[in-house]
């Protein structure tokens, strides 16, 4: 319990697996769980969304080398490169003005820094991953067989809402350990003028953006973001996704024996996809400027076989 409002108990939010369970609501073999909401109209509805024709990044720079390894090579005149003569096309070695640069990367994205997509097979609970399969079928060699990333493989097209949480505590940010709860969700949509529908994509914004752009990422294992009581009204209002500026689950989480329940119920019991590390800072003040808080949000995973999510750049265009 808080002194401000009730919260559901660890039992409580071990019942969420069951009553907030979408396993077979789409079918046994269903992979994309609550990307479902997303149908025909709702892209439409997204596209009718834009009305300023203003586009913003809702993602973080990859930097080098703190976030990913690279290694650059770079070829000033191709047709001095080893094998050049060996080249089938005559004008590689004969033209002798282009060079070129390549890149080979290595980046793990799930974590605290990098914004990344995660797809349901990336948590297990009880050896399950969503609709009910087992944790076995994801293996070391080819990755996972089921609810992996390459599901979402036509992108993620919906209306995308920002909860401005920050804005509406009127703080510049939640402290690292503050939760958001129903009721924060309900007075942010309240003050913007807006409503959370079927199909959407709801960012939350805890200025933790704004607290990392000013005085550098966090260390440890503390911060704002979702509390688990948000679950039931994530699923009544049949969200598609969510995201956060943080790694979603406030932390501490408040429950002895449920570390990341916001993650656990989301992807295993419902198949919710999430959207961690989102830098909201550029959109919240291009929503804020035009008084527009919802619009076209665009998520293409890069189709990774067999991967638990992918680094992403999630676009807002208003």
Request: aromatic residues 8%.
């Amino acid at each position: 319990m808080t002194a401000e409002r009730p919260t559901p108990t660890q039992d409580d939010v071990l019942g969420y697996f069951d009553t907030l369970s979408n396993w077979g609501r789409w079918g046994d073999d269903d992979e994309l769980g609550t990307l479902n909401h997303i149908t025909d109209d709702v892209r439409l509805a997204a596209a009718r969304a834009v009305r300023h024709g203003r586009s913003v990044s809702c993602a973080w720079e990859v930097a080098a080398p703190e976030d990913m390894e690279r290694s650059t090579t770079t070829c000033p005149c191709a047709a001095d490169m080893p094998g050049a003569e060996n080249m089938p096309a005559p004008g590689f070695r004969n033209d002798r003005r282009w060079g070129f640069s390549t890149e080979r990367l290595g980046i793990t994205f799930h974590g605290n820094t990098v914004t990344h997509l995660d797809s349901p097979c990336h948590i297990f609970w009880d050896g399950k991953t969503y609709n009910g399969r087992s944790h076995s079928l994801v293996g070391a060699a080819t990755g996972s067989a089921w609810a992996a990333v390459t599901a979402a493989a036509n992108g993620i097209v919906t209306r995308g809402v920002l909860l401005d949480v920050a804005r509406v505590r009127d703080v510049p940010w939640l402290e690292a350990g503050q939760g958001v709860f129903p009721d924060d969700l309900e007075e942010a949509e309240r003050r913007q003028g807006v409503r959370v529908r079927p199909g959407d994509a709801v960012l939350l914004r805890t200025g933790y953006g704004r607290a990392r752009h000013e005085t550098g990422p966090a260390g440890g294992f503390t911060q704002a973001g979702w509390h688990a009581s948000c679950l039931p009204w994530l699923h009544e209002r049949q969200v598609a996704l969510i995201g956060a500026d943080t790694p979603q689950d406030v932390q501490p989480s408040g429950y002895d024996d449920v570390l990341m329940p916001v993650h656990a119920v989301s992807l295993v019991a419902m198949g919710l996809w999430m959207l961690d590390n989102c830098d909201l800072e550029a959109c919240a003040t291009t929503a804020a400027e035009l008084g527009q808080w919802d619009f076209h949000l665009a998520v293409a995973p890069v189709r990774f076989a067999g991967t638990s999510g992918s680094p992403v750049n999630p676009i807002a265009t208003f």
